[in-house]
């Protein structure tokens, strides 16, 4: 099948949010979509591929991706059908990619990742149109070249990919699934089958509870978020976003610094986050403390109907930060945010915040860490207009998050 969609503009839709059944209009309410000049562009990227996380227990992580968080099991990869050292399990919602690694033998590469770091995110995968140019520019800007460009070819065809270092252990595997005309039409990469799950939801489970990925979150050392901005603007031509400082994002105990930067339409974009010096620990300072180091700290998830996401994810026993009455009884919010969709009250039931700016407004909530350590977490958030991170959230948000590191011992 000859491939005629041009992603990197923002006026047309990539391959995977075609299969998601999305459209433009929802994407640009889903994750601020924008039109921008790829011909400028020296590492255009089409959007998100894969997120890659390395896991204890690929087998238990798949079926709890599947069965707390809706997501639809695609493709595997292990022992039977070829792959040694681990099992890669791929699960889908929406137009998202997650692939969960885990080890099977005691010499896989897998295992000493997993001892230093716990469950976390190994590779941030990006689908581009050529990596060719893409490896070109990053070798010419500086960056480290994990994997020179290849060809891997099946059945299905044949994709090219390649790979450059970021943060820490973290990786940009550079994918490019249309080659000669032609789009990859098996269900992941080379190696991996197709796979169906014997999971069956419940009886009136919605399709999926969230469609698309908004951003990642990278936490960096103190000293080196700059290093990290200057990067993605040097290697991979994205732009600023946002830029939180001081008290903008700052409790009585702790603070931390955040810049954003984003591709040229948006898909992608990264927080890039380091401590600052307070009183106390911050959030930042312990996840690098437990994580071992610099790493993706949380992926937002984007959905329509956030109210529903996460009524049915509680239902599946998925825990989220807890937000004070007082949060929601401030005069001053009430008046900042104005109308929004649902009732004040409803937002309060659930825990879910709100904020606004010029542009419009957003809902979003967080879940408590998902693994062991106190290090992965995701977002839902869902977008009315805003294209903005939560500016006004963050000082509840972050005050619930040292509730929640005090309760640890680790504030």
Known sequence: MTDTTTTSAGRDLTAS??????????????????????????FPVTGW??????????????????SAWGMELV????????????????????????????????????????????????????????????????????????????????????????AIATYGETRHSLVQRVVDGVRYAGPYLPGHLPAQSTFVKR??????????LDHIVG????????????FYHRVMGFVNMAEFIGDDI???????????????????????????????????????????GPGAQHLALATGDILRTVDELRREGVEFLDTPDAYYEDPELR????????????????????DRDEDGYL??????????????????IERHGSLGFGKGNFKALFESIEREQERRGNL
């Open 17 to 42: 949010e075609r299969e998601a059944d999305l459209d433009l209009d929802q994407l640009k309410q889903l994750v601020g979509l924008v039109e921008y000049d790829e011909s400028r562009d020296p």
């Open 49 to 66: 591929d894969a997120i890659v996380f390395v896991v204890g227990n690929a087998t238990q992580a798949a079926h709890y991706y599947q």
């Open 75 to 162: 493709a595997y990869a292990g022992p039977e059908n070829g792959t040694a050292d681990h099992k890669s399990y791929v699960l889908r919602s929406g137009s998202i990619r997650f692939v969960l690694q885990g080890a099977v033998t005691p010499d896989s590469p897998l295992v000493g990742h997993h001892a230093r770091h716990g469950d976390g995110v190994v590779d941030i995968a990006l689908e581009v149109p050529d990596v060719e140019v893409c490896v070109a520019q990053a070798r010419r800007a500086g960056a480290t070249v994990l994997q020179e460009p290849q060809e891997l070819t099946d059945e299905h065809g044949t994709v090219r990919v390649a």
């Open 203 to 212: 009886e009136g489970a919605p399709k999926r509870l969230f469609q698309a």
């Open 219 to 230: 936490n960096v050392e103190l000293g080196k978020m700059d290093e990290w901005v200057s």
């Open 250 to 292: 700052a409790t009585d105990y702790s603070a931390l610094m955040s810049k954003v930067v984003a591709n040229g339409n948006h898909r992608v974009k990264f927080p890039l986050n380091e401590p600052a010096v307070a009183r106390k620990k911050s959030q930042i300072d312990e996840y690098l403390e437990f994580y071992g």
């Open 335 to 354: 008046a900042r945010i104005g109308e929004v969709r649902v009732p004040i009250e409803e937002l309060q039931r659930r825990g879910i915040l709100v």
């Open 363 to 380: 809902l979003q909530i967080f879940t408590k860490p998902l693994g062991d350590r106190p290090t992965v977490f995701f977002e839902i």
